[in-house]
Structures are given as C-alpha cells and as structure tokens.
C-alpha cells in the first residue's frame, strides 16, 4: 500500500454532454461555441468532438474558420448550466470513493489515494463514471500531480496509463520541452534558442543558466519539471472564486462614448447582483477594454470599502473608464471583480478517510 496520484479526465467534456443530448450526432463533426452560429463575427468553439479534431478544429478557434475547415460540421450553441450540472454529478461520483478529491474544473480532478493497485481503482473510477453519468473518462496515474496530468493526456481517449518516476525518462525524455504540464509554445521557443529541445536536454541543463534567462525562479523550475518532479499533495477545500467577471464581445466596433459607458455600466450592475447572490463582498473593480484590431487594455480601483452595492459599483466602474483613451473602436468590453476572501477551513486527510 502506498500513495498515489490519480488525474481524472473526461473526454470531450463539452461534446460528450451535447451528445448524450443528441445522440444521432454521434460519429459526426460537431462545433460547440458561442450561439452556434458559425458565420456571426469574434466567436470561437469551446470545444470539438474527435471527428471534428480531425479536420484541426480545436478549442478557442474562430467558428468561421472552423466552418471553412470542415463544412459538414455541426454547430452547436454553448449551454454551460448544462454543462455545471453534468460536472457535478461526476464529482459526486468520485466523491463516493475512499479517496481525496481535488477539483480542477468542469472536466477534471486529481485523486489522493492509497493502494496497491492504482489501475484497479482508475478501472473502478471509469465504471462508476460510466454507469451513472454516460461520460467517459481517462485516468492517468503518477507519483505526484504532474506526472498524472501528463499520463491521462497519454491515456486518452478512455484509457489508464501510469507514468512515475520509474518510467519518466523512457516516456517523457525524447519528447519536445512543450510537453510539459506548465511549459507553452512561447517558453518552448525561448529554450530552444538556448538549445534546449528536449526534456532530457532540459533535465541536463544548468539550473544557474536557467535563472539567468528565466529568473530565478522560473528557470529552476522548468528543470524541475522536466526531471518529473511535482506537488504531491492533493487539496479537498472547496473551491473559492477569487473574483467573477462578465464581458461582451460586440458584433459591431463602438465607437460612441455614451454607448461604451452605457455598456461598463450594465456590466458592472450584473456582476454586483453576481457578487450579491453568491454571498460574497467585492473588494476590488476592473474595467477591461478591447479596442481594434486585438489590443487590450485593463485598468482597476480598489474600492474604500468591501460592498456589494450597485450603484457603488457602477460608479467605480465608469470613474476607471474616464481613465482610457477611447480615440478608437470598442470590440470587447468587460467588468471584473476581486472578492473578499473568507476564512479556510481544515481539510481532510487520506487517512480520516480509511
């Protein structure tokens, strides 16, 4: 008996939900983003069935150039309080094991369990999955988190695969630094110029070098990465949003300023009655603004006190907005909130629950 790390993942979350509710759909190309409408402007797919994957559609792609990308696809408007209630069930699932859940998200959780045989409870996990909610999933497992995110990427679709610190450098050594859980393409680039390809070659380097281009921080902890190193702990406290935002992305620039206005206050009054319904104080208020062609810009106040009224925060909202130079077109405007944080409880241990 010993402690693991489990990395469930389901698959095609998104998708999988819209086709237990369109079951004719399945085999197909299908799209889920935005309206569901491919030809309106500056939407993008929250997600693709594999068919679709296979014409290079991907999360985060404008759904017009998906549509040009595959013509027959299907395209399916986003419905995330579906997608809410399909997650929870799953969660609950897991719950129901002698085990630590730790929630990452709609479609993904790390596991904290102790066993000796983790592919007998990942087998187990997947069933029970399976059997209550339709949805498929695929479990890596590992010595620390790390390692079990990179092995249900391995595992996918529906599969189980173990990657520890026994099989590490077989697995991960020959493969590009961008691999790595917590390295993207722009780091990736970064170590390349360095020489730096792979994640044997990035295990190999000097850690002094690496600070020096990275800082010191950031530069030893890539090595650290690519040695196979990771937390290990898995953390049951629920989940605390920080702050909530709202934004909207317009069909057409604006250009007026009673109009931009009229919008970061709208904006402002819905995240207030957000904050207000989810029982918590809003700290701090920022305006973002997108103006064309792609350029962002943020700006943000810290209120006197902690509130949740309305008015207040609608008029520390346009007080920012007074704060850019609004010469050129509005395609995107957004408000954010920092919440008051409440105080943290205890978690549970592996061993409370044996």
């Not at 390809?197 to 010191?216: E, K």
């Not at 207030?272 to 700290?283: L, N, V, Y």
Request: with cysteine; hydrophobic share 40%; aromatic share 6%.
């Amino acid at each position: 008996m010993r402690d693991w790390i489990l990395h469930v993942d389901l698959d095609q979350f998104i998708a999988a939900v819209e086709l237990l509710r369109h079951p004719e759909l399945r085999g197909r190309p299908v799209v889920v983003g935005g309206s569901g409408d491919p030809t309106q402007p500056r939407t993008v797919a929250a997600t693709a069935t594999y068919e679709a994957r296979e014409h290079g559609i991907h999360s985060g792609m404008p759904l017009r150039t998906a549509l040009k990308r595959c013509p027959d696809a299907i395209f399916l408007p986003s419905d995330p309080p579906a997608y809410e209630a399909a997650s929870t069930r799953v969660m609950a699932v897991l719950r129901e094991f002698p085990v630590l859940v730790e929630i990452w998200g709609w479609d993904e959780a790390f596991i904290g369990a102790t066993t000796d045989d983790p592919e007998t409870l990942a087998a187990a996990i997947q069933q029970a999955v399976r059997d209550r909610t339709q949805l498929t999933c695929s479990v890596g497992i590992g010595d620390n988190k790390h390692q079990a995110k990179l092995a249900s990427g391995l595992a996918k679709p529906a599969g189980i695969h173990r990657l520890t610190s026994d099989n590490w450098a077989e697995t991960m050594n020959h493969r590009p630094t961008d691999a790595l859980w917590g390295i993207g393409a722009r780091t990736a680039k970064k170590l390349a110029a360095l020489g730096l390809h792979t994640v044997a070659q990035l295990a190999a380097a000097d850690p002094a070098h690496l600070a020096r281009h990275f800082g010191p921080t950031n530069g030893p902890w890539y090595r650290y990465l690519a040695l196979g190193k990771g937390e290990a702990e898995v953390v049951t406290t629920p989940w605390i949003a920080r702050g909530h935002s709202r934004e909207t992305t317009f069909q057409h620039d604006l250009t007026d300023r009673t109009d931009i206005a009229h919008h970061v206050a709208t904006l402002a009054t819905q995240v207030a009655h957000d904050a207000d319904e989810a029982g918590r104080q809003i700290a701090r208020v920022s305006v973002k603004v997108r103006f064309t062609p792609f350029l962002t810009r943020t700006r943000q106040s810290k209120l006197p006190t902690p509130t949740t009224d309305p008015a207040t925060v609608e008029q520390t909202a346009l007080t920012i907005l007074d704060r850019f130079d609004l010469t050129r077109p509005v395609r995107l405007l957004g408000v954010a909130v920092d919440y008051t944080l409440p105080p943290s409880d205890d978690q549970p241990t592996l061993e409370a629950l044996e």
